[in-house]
């Protein structure tokens, strides 16, 4: 089933897609420290079109981030696959990493969705409330499968039920990116 070409939304309202999305549950990432909580995305419309894209975790009681951009892959196309660029390491970003940002379920109401992209090493669940509901959560693992992904490798982002405030002691040294090459 891994074969089989991954359906993505069709004509995605990027104005409605802006805001804060929480990290409900993903396939851990060399990018991000193995003990993050709280991870969230923020997307905020450029006036050229494109996205900036915000991504915060606390690991340790401090805030990591990083930040970057969206763009969509084929201006021409009405399909939801986007490219993500940022530049690391985040303390001297000077090296540009680009990998896909593909939709591949969002609820009518914009409210959760399902992304991940071509190779289907990365999957993640996001909810614009930091808890969803087991069902719905249980619905868009189906979907996942359905796509081809193995669902065992999800891991659910540990969220508070008070998210942090917008800032916070900050990692400023970079250190949880460096942790994070070496799978900590």
Known sequence: MANKE???VKGLDLKRYMGRWYEIASFQSRFQPKDGVDTRATYTLNDDGTVHVLNETW????????????????????????????????????????????????????????????SRRYLWILSRKSHLDEEIYNELVEKAKEEGYDVNKLHKTPQSDTPPEEQGPQDTKGIWWFKSLFGK
Do not use: T
Not at 85 to 106: C, E, N
């Open 6 to 8: 991954m359906e993505v």
């Open 59 to 118: 690991s340790g009681g401090k805030r990591g981030y990083i930040e970057g951009s969206a763009y969509k892959a084929d201006p021409k196309s009405d399909e939801a696959k986007l490219k993500v660029k940022f530049y690391v390491p985040p303390f001297l970003p000077i090296i540009p990493v680009v990998g896909d940002y593909w939709v591949l379920y969002i609820d009518h109401d914009y409210q959760y969705a399902l992304i991940g992209q071509p």
